[in-house]
Every structure is written in structure tokens, then in C-alpha cells.
């Protein structure tokens, strides 16, 4: 089973930017679908984004469109989550996950085959 370790949560200004990390281990990597869920404090789970094995099939939510952008480097093993004009609202805890059910089913955020232990993000003045 693949493991993931997320890393690049941080604080960050409304309008800024952010770069997440999910360096994942194993050579099976490359047939997962990876993905990234939020949870803030008080909030269920939230569906973020979503890339297929391939890197030719993505989803977002609709509270990202057009400011998220998710990518994979399967060579490196490592997906990414670029965050650009980040609001308050976007203040979480940033989850990776992988599925071998593909974009679809981590598009529940509900169980998953394999989650990273997570990154803060904070957007604060």
C-alpha cells in the first residue's frame, strides 16, 4: 500500500500563494488516483482536488476552481497542490489521499485507500 507524507502548509497573507507536497512511497504509486481534502477546525471534510494515474483526468471543487491547481510527477513520486489567491476560508488542515478507485471516488472524501497525516494552512493578516 502506498504511503504519503504532505509537506509546504504554512501562514500566508489573503491573495497569496501556497505549494503543497505529497511525496508518496512505492513503486505502486503510479497506479493511484491522488487527491487532497480539507478539514477546518469544526467543519466535516471537504473535497479539494483530484488527479488520475495518468495525470489526464482532474476535478475541483467549486470553492477552488480557477485559484487551485493539482499536478503529479509520477517520476518523482509526487503530486502537488498549487494554491494561488488563497482566502480566509481556505484555512485548514490539507490532507493527501490516494484511491486506486480513481478522481471519482476520492471526490467523496469519504474512506480512502491511503491519507498523509496532513498540513496547517492558515491565510491570516
Known amino acids: 500500500q502506498v504511503q504519503l507524507v504532505e509537506s509546504g502548509g504554512g501562514l500566508v497573507q489573503p491573495g497569496g500563494s501556497l505549494r503543497l507536497s505529497c511525496a508518496g512511497s512505492?513503486?505502486?504509486?503510479?497506479?493511484?488516483?491522488v487527491g487532497w481534502v480539507r478539514q477546518a477546525p469544526g467543519k466535516e471534510r471537504e473535497f479539494v482536488a483530484a488527479i488520475s494515474w495518468s495525470g489526464g483526468l482532474t476535478d475541483y471543487a467549486d470553492s477552488v476552481k480557477g485559484r487551485f491547481t493539482i499536478s503529479r510527477d509520477n517520476a518523482k513520486i509526487t503530486a502537488y497542490l498549487q494554491m494561488n489567491s488563497l482566502k480566509p476560508e481556505d484555512t485548514a488542515v490539507y490532507y493527501c489521499?490516494?484511491?486506486?478507485?480513481?478522481?471519482?471516488?476520492?471526490?467523496?472524501?469519504?474512506?480512502?485507500?491511503?491519507w498523509g497525516q496532513g498540513t496547517l494552512v492558515t491565510v491570516s493578516s
Open positions: 512505492g513503486r505502486t504509486f503510479t497506479s493511484y488516483a
Open positions: 489521499a490516494a484511491d486506486l478507485g480513481g478522481v471519482r471516488r476520492i471526490a467523496t472524501a469519504g474512506p480512502l485507500d491511503a
